[in-house]
Nanobody, 129 residues
Framework: QVKLVESGGGLVQAGESLTLSCTAS????????MGWFRQAPGEERELVAA????????YYADSVKGRFTMSRDEAKNTLSLQMNSLTPEDPAVYSC??????????????????????WGQGTQVPVSS
């Protein structure tokens, strides 16, 4: 049973930066494409960043491209999401979970289902303008 724990959220002002972390226990993530998802109130969950299990392929939603950078540390079984130049459109609860490549280590398909692991509690990122 994989347990995902996200951290690092908190109130920031527009234009500032924040780094989120996701720590997994129960199974190594090294064989999985992984991603960061976000869900704003009243909105559908969306995939904002993802990386194939070797790191060869990455995906960034257009809304965060150039501002967000995802990384993964296999030794620590963690993921990070560096978020720069945060805008009032970025507030959401951010969560990590497996992403879905179209083939082994292939390009990531920007979908939110099926869900591979139980969702963690997420970490909230409010942005003040």
């Amino acid at each position: 049973q994989v347990k995902l724990v996200e951290s690092g959220g908190g109130l920031v002002q527009a234009g500032e930066s924040l780094t989120l972390s996701c720590t997994a226990s129960g199974r190594t993530l090294s064989h999985y494409s992984m991603g960061w998802f976000r869900q704003a109130p009243g909105e559908e969950r969306e995939l904002v960043a993802a990386m194939s299990h070797t790191g060869r392929n990455t995906y960034y939603a257009d809304s965060v491209k150039g501002r967000f950078t995802m990384s993964r540390d296999e030794a620590k079984n963690t993921l990070s999401l560096q978020m720069n130049s945060l805008t009032p459109e970025d507030p959401a609860v951010y969560s990590c979970n497996a992403a879905h490549p179209d083939s082994v280590d292939g390009p990531i398909v920007p979908q939110t289902a099926p869900v591979t692991f139980a969702w963690g509690q997420g970490t909230q990122v409010p942005v003040s303008s």
